[in-house]
Structures are given as C-alpha cells and as structure tokens.
C-alpha cells in the first residue's frame, strides 16, 4: 500500500531534524521477498519505505520489531507518528485522515504477521506516487518574444502582457473562462472584441493602448463582464469621449481614466454606485457633472483639466426661461415618472429593463426630481459649485474652480426658482 502524505523526519539520538518541515513524500509498506535459501525457502521481510525529494530511491525502514511507537491520537485530523527502532527516527505524517487509518490499519495486521491484500506491494520494486502537476494560473509575458506559440493554459487565473506590440486580443484569450485578471496594458490595441464582454473578469488593465482611435465599445454590453468587473484601467487611450455603456458597471469600484482627452463626464455616471477611486487627472475636463455628488467616492482625482469659469450666459438664460408649456407625454415617460412618484424598487423581475436603464440613467435636476426628455436649454453648463460632501479625498489643480453642469426639470421647478433669484442678485 502508498499513500501520498507530507512526512517530517526527526531522530530522536541528536533530536536533529533530518528535513527541517513536512516534505511531500510517499509512505509505502510490503513485503520485501528474500532470496532462496540452500533448502529452496523464501523468506518474506516486511518494511515501510519513504520516498521524499531528499530521499528520491526511498529510505528503507524494517517493520518486524522495529517499531518504537505509533502515536495515532490525531489520525482523524490526518496526523499520526510511527517510531523506529534502527535508525532511531521518528516519520511526523500528515496526510488524508482516511488514507492515513487505511495505512495503519495495514500496519497493524502487518506487524501481527497477518496477510492483508494492501500488503501485497512488493516493496522491493516500489516507486513514488508521481505528484500531479500544479496547474498553472499566472502568466506574466512582457516582451513580444515571451508569447506562448502553443497557446495559453486553459488553467490560467491572471494573464499579463504588457509592451509587446499586441495590435488585437485573441479569441484563444477571450475564451480562457477561469481568468479574474488581464492587464494589457502597454500594447496598441484599437479594438477589444466582444467576446470579452463574456469573461467573468474582475480586473482590467487595457491602459496605454489605442482604443480611442476606434470607440468601438461592444466589448462592453457582455453580460458577464459588466457584472463582475471591480477594477478598470483605460488610462492613455486618446479617449475623447466617456464610454457610453461603462456606466452599467455596477459593480466597479476603481475607474482610471487619466491621461485621455476627455472633455465631459456624462450625467449617468451616477449609476456608478460602487465607485470608490475615480481618476480623470490630466484631461480636459471643462466641468463636473452634478451627478458626481450622488456617488459615494473616496478619491477623486482631476488634476491636470481645463476647468472654465463660471458660466454668465447660461446663468442669464436661465433667468429669461419662458413660462413653463404643457406638452403631451409619451408613454414610456409617464411610466418611468410613475416609478419614480411611487419609489418602486428597480428590480428586474418586476419592471422592463429599458424601463430600469432611463431610471438609473437620467439626469437628476436640483431639485431631485429625474429629467427625461432633455431639451438643449434644460442643460447649464458650469453654473453651481459642487460641494464634494461625499468625497473624502479630492485632488485637483487649485488654480482652477471647479464649476459643475446641472439640469433643470422645468421653468415651474423650486430649484430653478432659487437659481433665479440668486443669478438675479448677480445679473440684475
Ligand atoms: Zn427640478
């Protein structure tokens, strides 16, 4: 009988470890077969056998009163300690509670000189239990010649490569279903194919690449990716505009943006509800949505943009509205109006998930209440001062102000009243 164990061997004379931890081993007991003797009689000579990376031919203990102890105390935790006589050592093992008392058991009827079929191993022939290989989850490549020609293992957990001119993502990559992490970076995408979308990843590393030459955003709308990615980094990507569909990653806690062209947050990114570490440094940001207020971040990072001044003409524009026109509603705008009125909660099981998108989506005026049908002049570019209450850790070029975009629900609205009468006092 073998079993695959982790062994320590200790002796006991000079108390010297003879390996210093419990060592991957193969513990196997048989019958060694003696040769004839003059009368034509073989003898049979029980022993254990220990089989170890230090130990690789085995080292040969004699059973047959030879053994010190056997400590079997903790066997059902998977430990127990067999003693030898010659040499005086002790095997600390550590292995699988049932495959250890299955051993014992097998060492017991052999010192009892009984015949057992797990005792039918001819030891003298015995081998090591070949350890399995440890499937491999990391692969880090960063330079071109480091890719694998064979392929990726399909085991793979987290897979880099960076500065390795990668002008596009294999399919073989986007099909590796057990990956969590993919850093990217540093290569010259223009475009991730859709597949990827189906990855249940939880980082993404593409900064660096090229993807703002193509916008093309597909990859985005898979399912998976969207509900389980937590880090994203699409920093250094010429990106002029905010990913549309990056809003529906509810689950995203840290977005880098820094380093792109951005001009505009979109209102939307309010959906962003596990946003914690946002980095839009280095763009060239003109104003914060008021949205930014709704989310709950730690860090806010916009060093680096352009922020203009406090915009004078919308503010006067506003101060000119006409009085409020009754138009017609659509329907689908009177529902979503409806969620809202009664707080109904945004479950999938119970309303259309267009209906659950315009919700979690549209702009919130001042005063709270949700802007659908936006006109232009419903939206004033840089007119309030956002207050940052939420964020905890802000960063941003002092020099500059940062004045935020809001949108108003109606000329009727409370909030467009107090920006009146305040824009009033300033603009008489
Ligand atoms: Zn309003």
Redesign the pocket.
């Known amino acids: 009988m073998k079993i695959l164990c982790e062994v320590q061997v200790v002796n006991r004379t000079t108390q010297a470890n003879r390996t210093p931890k419990a060592v991957k081993s193969t513990l196997a007991i048989g019958y060694k077969q003696s040769a004839s003797d003059a009368n034509g009689n073989t003898k049979k000579e029980l022993e254990m056998v220990l089989f170890s990376g230090q130990a690789k031919t085995g080292s040969r203990y004699k059973v047959r009163d030879n053994i010190n102890a056997v400590h079997t105390k903790f066997v059902l935790d998977g430990k127990a300690t067999i003693g030898f006589k010659q040499p005086a050592e002790n095997l600390l093992i550590k292995c699988d509670p049932i495959q250890l008392k299955g051993f014992l058991q097998t060492l017991k009827l052999g010192m009892e000189g009984k015949d057992a079929i797990n005792l039918r191993l001819n030891i003298a022939g015995a081998t090591a239990i070949p350890q399995k290989a440890q499937p491999q989850v990391r692969m880090v490549i960063s330079k071109r010649s480091e890719y694998p020609i064979k392929g990726f293992p399909r085991t793979l957990k987290s897979l880099t490569i960076n500065n390795s001119q990668l002008v596009k993502l294999s399919f073989e990559i986007c099909s590796l279903r057990n990956l969590v992490k993919l850093d990217v970076s540093g290569n010259k995408l223009t475009k991730i194919p859709s597949e990827l979308g189906r990855l249940p990843l939880e980082s993404l590393n593409l900064g660096s690449n090229c993807l703002g030459e193509m916008n093309d955003w597909c990859w985005m709308r898979g399912s998976k990716l969207s509900q389980s990615l937590g880090e994203l980094d699409l920093s250094s990507n010429g990106l002029t505009h905010f990913p549309s569909p990056l809003v529906k990653f509810e689950r995203l806690v840290f977005l880098n943006l820094n380093y792109n062209e951005l001009i505009r947050l979109p209102f939307a990114i309010r959906r962003l509800k596990a946003l914690r570490k946002l980095h839009v440094s280095s763009n060239k940001l003109e104003s914060l949505p008021s949205a930014i207020e709704d989310l709950h971040i730690d860090q806010l990072d916009v060093w680096g943009n352009s922020f203009k001044a406090f915009n004078a003409e919308a503010a006067q524009q506003l101060a000119q509205q006409p009085a409020a026109t009754v138009t017609p509603q659509p329907l689908w705008l009177q529902a979503a109006r409806a969620v809202a009125n009664f707080k109904l909660p945004l479950s999938s099981g119970s309303l259309p998930a267009i209906l659950i998108e315009l919700i979690s989506e549209a702009p919130k005026?001042?005063?709270?209440?949700l802007?659908y049908a936006l006109r232009p002049e419903d939206l004033l570019q840089r007119v309030v001062q956002p207050k940052f209450t939420n964020i905890k850790n802000l960063t941003y070029s002092r020099e500059h102000q940062i004045y935020a975009d809001v949108v108003?629900?109606?000329p009727t609205?409370?909030?467009?009243q107090q920006l009146k009468a305040l824009f009033s006092l300033m603009f008489p």
């Open positions: 005026c001042l005063c709270g209440k802007c108003i629900c109606g609205c409370s909030a467009t």
